[in-house]
């Protein structure tokens, strides 16, 4: 029995960095808490997660589950939640869990609290804290009920070491027959890149809508990210003019980034996409603008032509 069950994300492979961040806040609310992993062919998957301090990791691995179908995976997480007592179900913000765990919410009638940045207990109560207005303005949310469903912005909580005792890992059984048929899957597009994940990257460069057409974008922008060995983002104009591919997306409609390193190419900075990098450790700006907002939340800006500056810069990196 777990008070808080965490979702764990995958690539088939291993699991997901980012998805690891939720366990920080689990350990935070206190009592014990279970990892859940769901999917096909998932021994090595789970192997990787049972020196994370968890009571278990409970496995749902089946045929069935092989593709992230909603309707499968909310149904198949709900009947955990309440084998295991859970009082907190536990995710991380992602298209992955914006996709599964409303569901899950509906199912078990609980309320859902999305991206918490932090937790406050006043009372005996504990309230979550979360970003309104694109991350203008904090709110701070208290829930009322036995359940609640939470999803966690990674980049406010610290990656968990994996330095407990090995817990034990149980198959979670169900009857996969009586899963729900609504959904079915279709086909996979996934982009093959030699660049690391967006989300988990310790150098990001982002280009905006100054980059003109695909093959300038491709040449300034990655570019520079494969001079750093860094991951490649765009703004959601770049997107929306073709320039970059929607998995690209940095911002509030789009991916929540936070590297070492995020370098900002003709980025104006409107507030939807400084929502996706505030948290970044090193923001650099280049922008003929001297007036861009990007500037405010920059930790060095460069004024001038990214035509001009950015070959250059690629060339000093690759000499270097």
Excluded: W
Aim: hydrophobic share 45%; charged share 25%; net charge negative.
């Amino acid at each position: 029995m777990a008070e808080t069950l965490v979702l764990i994300e995958h690539d088939r492979q291993h699991a997901k960095r980012p998805s690891l961040h939720a366990i920080t806040l689990a350990r935070q609310l206190g009592g014990e808490y279970a990892l859940l992993v769901l999917g096909h062919g998932l021994d090595e998957i789970a192997a990787s997660l049972v020196s994370y301090g968890a009571c278990a990791v409970l496995v749902a691995d089946h045929p069935a589950l092989a593709e992230p179908l909603a309707d499968r995976y909310a149904t198949v997480i709900v009947e955990a939640a309440r084998k295991q007592g859970a009082k907190t179900l536990l995710g991380t913000s992602s298209t992955f869990s914006k996709d599964v765990l409303p569901r899950a919410a509906a199912l078990l009638d609980a309320p859902m609290v999305t991206d918490v940045l932090a937790i406050e207990e006043t009372d005996g109560s504990i309230s979550y804290r979360r970003p309104i207005n694109a991350g203008s303005i904090l709110a701070t949310i208290k829930v009322e009920g036995d359940r609640r469903v939470l999803t966690v912005r990674a980049t406010a909580f610290e990656a968990p070491a994996a330095n407990a005792a090995p817990c034990p890992t149980e198959r979670f059984a169900f009857d996969a027959t009586s899963l729900p048929s609504g959904m079915e899957f279709i086909s996979r597009e996934q982009r093959k890149s030699d660049r690391p994940d967006l989300t988990e990257a310790r150098v990001v460069v982002s280009g905006g809508r100054p980059l003109k057409d695909k093959e300038t974008f491709e040449r300034l922008v990655g570019g520079l990210a494969d001079a750093l060995e860094g991951a490649v983002g765009a703004t959601r104009a770049a997107v929306d003019a073709d320039m970059a591919p929607n998995d690209y997306q940095i911002g509030q409609t789009g991916k929540i980034v936070a590297p070492e390193l995020y370098i900002a190419l003709g980025i104006s900075g409107a507030i939807q996409h400084l929502a996706g990098i505030k948290d970044s450790r090193i923001i650099v700006a280049i922008n003929k603008d001297p007036d861009a907002p990007i500037f405010q939340m920059a930790t060095y800006g460069l004024v001038g032509d990214l035509h001009q500056i950015v070959p250059q810069l690629i060339e000093l990196i690759r000499r270097s």
